[in-house]
């Protein structure tokens, strides 16, 4: 048994390895002993021992070779240097915040956590005043809206994703065609009237059946989404098939155009690289070297990552995966992932269907109801000055409800909807956004919430108007297409066409101009404020315009 003495009868250490003093827990008894040299500065009693030790480490025989001697010194100073102090010592260094500009922290999930829970929140709170006023916890005309004619619902969208097939029989027939039939002939005018008819129809098929508002909007974006799909694909495929008949004409190169190739604008391709070579064919001399010619135009011919060759492309089952995969342009191909991330699908489909259930509640929970009043006191009223007094009211009571709904509208479509679709085709490019959040002027944002839509207006508006007009009109043009969309959708959803988001969205032109000043450009969060706060203002104020006026 270890003994409490240090040495043998005779005075002499007696080499028994005893256990480690216990630490006195009173600071000033451990002051106490530091002050009078008892307490080593790893914490321990002085002890006299020579040989072994009861210290932290084993001790170093005097035979150990020079490297573990080295670090038994190191380890020494080391533990040295240590100080046992009451108040520990606070580091002070040169930091920014979380928060600020400079701060290379960009990990805010819990706010992001939080939102969900204010969220839910909101739907309780809400479904206890439900249960106190009704004695249910939901009204029963949100589940009218969401069930009305789901059938005819399902088998009109049906109907319509089918019809849209018709573009690749028909741009088979253009590749095989040797004289009228050609894109470059009569193809792209049968196609562009086709695709005007197509859109007369489905626009006015919900008014034939009088659905109800939620199968409204989403029959109208769907309609516009599959426009916009079957218009890249015949437009692209009809630019291969005259890229092939010109390769084919080379055999006899006697007769073929020897004009230069034409390169079709990628959606990665910048507006500035289109501009540039629109200016690149301008310059160029109208005869190239055949072998040069040739090569540039076997090269659109195939896909960028090298693995389909215009025309095995034109089959039902490639346009089916087309229009499944989350993008509004046609490629050859797409980069994929390996396989499908079926809990990563599921949980997508699942936050699908609860922000429907959300955006519903929202809707009839805190803006019907604002809407439906206001309609009932504008009835008797002549006064201008007595109708702007409600409709200010009005906007400012759905400021915060129309801008909980457009960012659950932000997160259902391009986070859940397009994430689920991706899922489900393998498509590896899951970058439908950027942070338009800080956008500090108008153009940015339209650049970067909707990145699929910006890809189509940028290579089939604005790149296919560059060669004809001035960079300035195809401006113009792409953001009059783009207004005219947005007519579109209010238009549908309200069943009035008064051509408020038509001006909304044109306006933003001189906006952008004014922005784009240097004094005012520089002040990045000033635009930022100026740019949230005339979104939420727009979003209640289109509303309450559509509706009430």
């Given at each position: 048994?270890?003994?409490?003495?240090?040495?043998?009868?005779?005075?002499?250490?007696?080499?028994?390895?005893?256990?480690?003093?216990?630490?006195?827990?009173?600071?000033?008894?451990?002051?106490?002993?530091?002050?009078?040299?008892?307490?080593?500065?790893?914490?321990?009693?002085?002890?006299?021992?020579?040989?072994?030790?009861?210290?932290?480490?084993?001790?170093?025989?005097?035979?150990?070779?020079?490297?573990?001697?080295?670090?038994?010194?190191?380890?020494?100073?080391?533990?040295?240097?240590?100080?046992?102090?009451?108040?520990?010592?606070?580091?002070?260094?040169?930091?920014?915040?979380?928060?600020?500009?400079?701060?290379?922290?960009?990990?805010?999930?819990?706010?992001?956590?939080?939102?969900?829970?204010?969220?839910?929140?909101?739907?309780?709170?809400?479904?206890?005043?439900?249960?106190?006023?009704?004695?249910?916890?939901?009204?029963?005309?949100?589940?009218?809206?969401?069930?009305?004619?789901?059938?005819?619902?399902?088998?009109?969208?049906?109907?319509?994703?089918?019809?849209?097939?018709?573009?690749?029989?028909?741009?088979?027939?253009?590749?095989?065609?040797?004289?009228?039939?050609?894109?470059?002939?009569?193809?792209?005018?049968?196609?562009?009237?086709?695709?005007?008819?197509w859109l007369v129809l489905?626009?006015?098929?919900?008014?034939?059946?009088?659905?109800?508002?939620?199968?409204?909007?989403?029959?109208?974006?769907?309609?516009?989404?599959?426009?916009?799909?079957?218009?890249?694909?015949?437009?692209?495929?009809?630019?291969?098939?005259?890229?092939?008949?010109?390769?084919?004409?080379?055999?006899?190169?006697?007769?073929?155009?020897?004009?230069?190739?034409?390169?079709?604008?990628?959606?990665?391709?910048?507006?500035?690289?289109?501009?540039?070579?629109?200016?690149?064919?301008?310059?160029?001399?109208?005869?190239?070297?055949?072998?040069?010619?040739?090569?540039?135009?076997?090269?659109?011919?195939?896909?960028?990552?090298?693995?389909?060759?215009?025309?095995?492309?034109?089959?039902?089952?490639?346009?089916?995966?087309?229009?499944?995969?989350?993008?509004?342009?046609?490629?050859?191909?797409y980069p994929r992932t390996?396989?499908?991330?079926?809990?990563?699908?599921?949980?997508?489909?699942?936050?699908?269907?609860?922000?429907?259930?959300?955006?519903?509640?929202?809707?009839?929970?805190?803006?019907?109801?604002?809407?439906?009043?206001?309609?009932?006191?504008?009835?008797?009223?002549?006064?201008?000055?007595?109708?702007?007094?409600?409709?200010?009211?009005?906007?400012?009571?759905?400021?915060?409800?129309?801008?909980?709904?457009?960012?659950?509208?932000?997160?259902?479509?391009?986070?859940?909807?397009?994430?689920?679709?991706?899922?489900?085709?393998?498509?590896?490019?899951?970058?439908?956004?950027?942070?338009?959040?800080?956008?500090?002027?108008?153009?940015?944002?339209?650049?970067?919430?909707?990145?699929?839509?910006?890809?189509?207006?940028?290579?089939?508006?604005?790149?296919?108007?560059?060669?004809?007009?001035?960079?300035?009109?195809?401006?113009?043009?792409?953001?009059?297409?783009?207004?005219?969309?947005?007519?579109?959708?209010?238009?549908?959803?309200?069943?009035?066409?008064?051509?408020?988001?038509?001006?909304?969205?044109m306006s933003q032109l001189?906006?952008?101009?004014?922005?784009?000043?240097?004094?005012?450009?520089?002040?990045?969060?000033?635009?930022?404020?100026?740019?949230?706060?005339?979104?939420?203002?727009?979003?209640?104020?289109?509303?309450?315009?559509?509706?009430?006026?």
């Amino acid at each position: 048994m270890a003994s409490s003495s240090s040495s043998t009868q005779n005075g002499g250490p007696d080499h028994i390895i005893r256990p480690r003093p216990v630490k006195p827990s009173n600071p000033m008894v451990l002051r106490a002993q530091s002050e009078e040299g008892n307490l080593k500065p790893n914490g321990h009693v002085d002890t006299i021992l020579s040989g072994s030790s009861s210290g932290r480490s084993t001790p170093l025989p005097e035979d150990a070779p020079p490297s573990a001697q080295s670090i038994s010194s190191a380890r020494k100073q080391v533990r040295a240097q240590q100080k046992h102090r009451i108040f520990p010592t606070v580091e002070y260094a040169a930091r920014v915040s979380h928060f600020d500009p400079r701060s290379e922290y960009r990990d805010f999930r819990g706010f992001f956590v939080l939102f969900w829970i204010g969220l839910a929140i909101m739907v309780i709170t809400t479904m206890l005043r439900n249960i106190k006023d009704t004695g249910y916890p939901l009204r029963h005309h949100m589940f009218d809206l969401l069930t009305t004619k789901t059938w005819e619902l399902a088998l009109s969208d049906g109907a319509m994703v089918l019809s849209t097939g018709v573009s690749v029989p028909f741009q088979m027939l253009c590749r095989r065609s040797k004289g009228w039939l050609r894109w470059e002939n009569l193809g792209m005018p049968i196609q562009s009237i086709f695709q005007l008819g197509w859109l007369v129809l489905w626009v006015n098929w919900p008014f034939i059946f009088n659905w109800t508002w939620t199968a409204q909007v989403f029959f109208t974006l769907h309609t516009l989404v599959l426009l916009m799909k079957m218009h890249s694909y015949s437009f692209y495929n009809g630019h291969l098939s005259t890229t092939e008949h010109r390769l084919s004409a080379l055999d006899n190169p006697e007769s073929a155009s020897t004009a230069a190739a034409v390169r079709y604008p990628s959606p990665s391709t910048q507006l500035d690289e289109v501009d540039k070579a629109v200016e690149d064919k301008k310059n160029e001399d109208e005869k190239e070297t055949l072998t040069q010619l040739r090569e540039d135009l076997a090269l659109e011919l195939i896909s960028p990552l090298g693995q389909v060759t215009y025309p095995n492309n034109l089959s039902m089952m490639n346009y089916a995966d087309y229009i499944l995969c989350p993008t509004l342009c046609y490629e050859l191909e797409y980069p994929r992932t390996l396989r499908i991330n079926w809990m990563e699908l599921f949980y997508k489909t699942l936050a699908v269907f609860g922000c429907i259930f959300l955006l519903t509640l929202i809707s009839e929970e805190f803006i019907v109801p604002v809407l439906r009043d206001s309609a009932v006191r504008l009835e008797g009223i002549d006064s201008w000055s007595d109708m702007g007094l409600i409709l200010g009211e009005t906007i400012s009571q759905l400021l915060f409800p129309f801008m909980m709904t457009f960012l659950i509208c932000f997160l259902v479509i391009f986070e859940y909807v397009l994430g689920a679709f991706a899922e489900i085709t393998c498509f590896a490019d899951r970058h439908f956004y950027s942070d338009w959040w800080n956008s500090s002027d108008w153009l940015e944002f339209s650049r970067e919430w909707n990145i699929p839509v910006h890809h189509f207006l940028r290579r089939h508006v604005y790149g296919a108007s560059r060669p004809y007009v001035s960079r300035n009109t195809a401006t113009l043009i792409t953001f009059l297409v783009s207004a005219f969309g947005h007519e579109l959708v209010m238009g549908c959803i309200t069943k009035k066409l008064r051509g408020y988001g038509f001006a909304a969205q044109m306006s933003q032109l001189p906006i952008v101009a004014v922005q784009r000043i240097r004094i005012v450009r520089s002040r990045k969060l000033l635009n930022n404020v100026l740019f949230w706060c005339s979104m939420i203002l727009g979003l209640s104020m289109m509303c309450a315009l559509y509706v009430l006026v």
